[in-house]
């Protein structure tokens, strides 16, 4: 059962600032924010200011307010001081494509924009087109609007009483990148983050004051909110907050400066930091767990992290849609490979086409069930139809449970493979291709060659081999030898990186659209044997 945040029906999320100033933590660090200390009490007159701001503008009760912000102490002022006057905000990667931006702010009628000024120019001809958007821009020169320092900043606000929310009304969207078409926008409500807090936060991380947050996954990502804000803000710890891409010397020097206790990443960069020639000098001994999100971790990842750093590393299942994670791997309870067991408070079942449970050890698409799930995706009644089935959030995952109840990835819905009559798992293949010691990464996608459907392995190694012909031949006999025998790759593309999401998930969907129609003539070591 979980156990909400608040007791009563009125909640505003943004109360979550509040409680650390009754605690009398006004003077604590709340954020190291380009590399500068932001005390809870800073923080709150920050919020406030955005607050005023927005009302000052005529921004009401949930009008949307678009943050194109990098993970900086305008970020979580912003997205409080919104939600403070019942407004909605809506965060954005600030990596994203420009007709993205278009579309998000026509798709959820924004009224406001705070944005990077290094986006500035760039978006010119976006904002042009759109004269009454009010904008205001953060972390440089703003010519022609305002700037966030000096609309914000200039005074010490002083923190005005929220709008009285109800705990269902709309909070917060996230979108979420979807497989075709555009992105979703995921609308979450006032109760959602406080579930999450009592959850996982509170059940997985245990997570308290003196704990100190740095997570490479940004704050406009679920995961990256949840780790960055509203998990430190609930119990008055300290996020650290870094501006710019997370590459592994990056990373390994904010850890190194900053000593944080939880770290949070994903599979993609844990494998690119233990393939790193800075991991020999890296310390991790202020670190009492790593956590992992956004794709499977493959357990030869996880095994060369606890050996070069000595930290576990905790995998588990999230989405956009949930918040956070609702499956997941404990200190207490680590099963290498797989996403661990239900966080408590959220529900699983694994069904057929049917709709019917399947039996342990048989692969079935994950449903989940918890109060944090989202109401609904923005202008996509049909998705939400298909996805949010009542009770019951249809996750598009597929998974199998073992007897002793942890669950263990087979890849999305759509990205099985059936090679001979039989089912392939991608993810099976590629946890099988990382632990050859040639191998730092892998992503497997079925295609079709002379008629017949067959496996085919993108893979980066450490180093292009000097014979690629000889290592496609090893890659397959590896997994020939560990795994089932029709369970390989026919054909092999060495490659230097994968298409990615925000986060780091690999897209396969976008490998199977590149390889429509492309000759196959490239590639190493063609196994043209049937599958035994």
């Known amino acids: ?142 010519a022609p609007y305002p700037s966030f320092d000096a ?7 002083e923190l005005a009483p929220p709008l009285d929310t109800h705990r269902d009304d709309m909070a917060f969207w996230l979108y979420s990148s979807g497989s075709t078409g555009r992105p979703k926008g995921v609308v979450h409500r006032h109760e959602d983050i406080g579930v999450t807090v009592d959850t996982y936060a509170r059940n997985v991380l ?38 710019g891409r997370a590459v592994p010397d990056r990373i390994f020097e904010a850890v190194r400066k900053w000593r944080p206790t939880l770290f949070f990443s994903v599979p993609a960069l844990y494998a690119a930091m233990v393939k790193s020639p800075a991991t020999a000098s890296a310390d991790f001994s202020s670190v009492r767990a790593c956590v992992s999100a956004a794709e499977a971790l493959p357990a030869a990842v996880l095994a060369r992290w606890q050996e070069m750093t000595g930290v576990p590393i905790l995998d588990g299942i999230g989405s956009t849609e949930m918040l956070h994670i609702y499956c997941s791997n404990t200190l207490e309870d680590l099963t290498p490979g797989s996403s661990g067991r239900p966080v408590p408070g959220y529900e699983l079942r694994l069904v057929d086409e049917r709709d019917l449970e399947v039996r342990p050890g048989d692969a079935g698409d994950l449903l989940v069930r918890g109060a944090s799930g989202a109401s609904a995706y923005w202008h996509q009644s049909e998705k939400t139809r298909h996805c949010m089935r009542g009770e019951w959030f ?10 002793d109840g942890h669950y263990v990835y087979q890849g999305r819905a759509d990205d099985m493979i059936k090679v001979g009559g039989l089912w ?37 190694c450490a180093s292009l081999p000097d014979d690629g012909e000889a290592l496609a031949h090893d ?58």
């Not at 007709?99 to 760039?122: C, F, G, H, Q, R």
């Not at 249809?394 to 007897?403: F, Q």
């Open 1 to 142: 059962m979980t156990v909400r945040l608040a007791t009563t029906e009125r909640v505003n999320a943004s109360t979550i600032l509040d409680r650390n100033l009754e605690a009398g933590r006004a003077e604590d660090v709340a954020l190291i924010s380009e590399d500068l200390p932001i005390t809870y009490g800073a923080l709150a007159r920050l919020s406030a200011g955005v607050a005023e701001y927005l009302r000052a503008l005529g921004i009401e009760r949930e009008q949307r307010v678009l943050m194109i912000l990098d993970d900086s102490r305008a970020f979580p002022a912003t997205f409080l001081g919104a939600m403070r006057i019942g407004a909605v905000p809506v965060p954005v990667n600030p990596m994203d494509r420009v007709d993205n931006y278009a579309y998000y702010l026509d798709d959820s009628y924004a009224k406001a924009l705070v944005v990077e000024a290094s986006l500035l120019p760039t978006l010119e001809a976006t904002l042009a087109q759109r004269p009454d958007l009010h904008v205001l821009v953060a972390g440089g020169d703003a």
């Open 151 to 157: 609309t914000v900043g200039a005074r010490a606000w």
């Open 206 to 243: 245990g997570i308290t004051s003196a704990d100190v947050c740095y997570s490479t996954t940004k704050l406009f990502h679920a995961y990256g909110l949840g780790n960055g804000l509203s998990f430190p803000l609930s119990v008055g710890a300290c996020s650290v907050l870094v501006r």
């Open 394 to 403: 249809y996750t598009g995952d597929r998974y199998v449970m073992t007897p």
């Open 424 to 460: 392939v798992s991608p993810a099976d293949v590629e946890g099988c291709l990382v632990r050859h010691p040639a191998v730092s990464e892998a992503a497997v996608i079925g295609v079709t060659i002379e008629d017949m459907s067959r496996i085919k392995a993108f893979v980066i």
């Open 475 to 532: 890659l397959r006999q590896w997994c020939k030898q560990n795994l089932r025998r029709y369970e390989y790759p026919h054909v092999v593309e060495f490659v230097e990186d994968l298409p990615r999401t925000p986060t780091g998930k690999v897209q396969r969907y976008k490998l199977r659209e590149a390889e429509a129609g492309r000759s196959q003539d490239h590639l190493w070591g063609y196994d043209t044997s049937q599958p035994k």
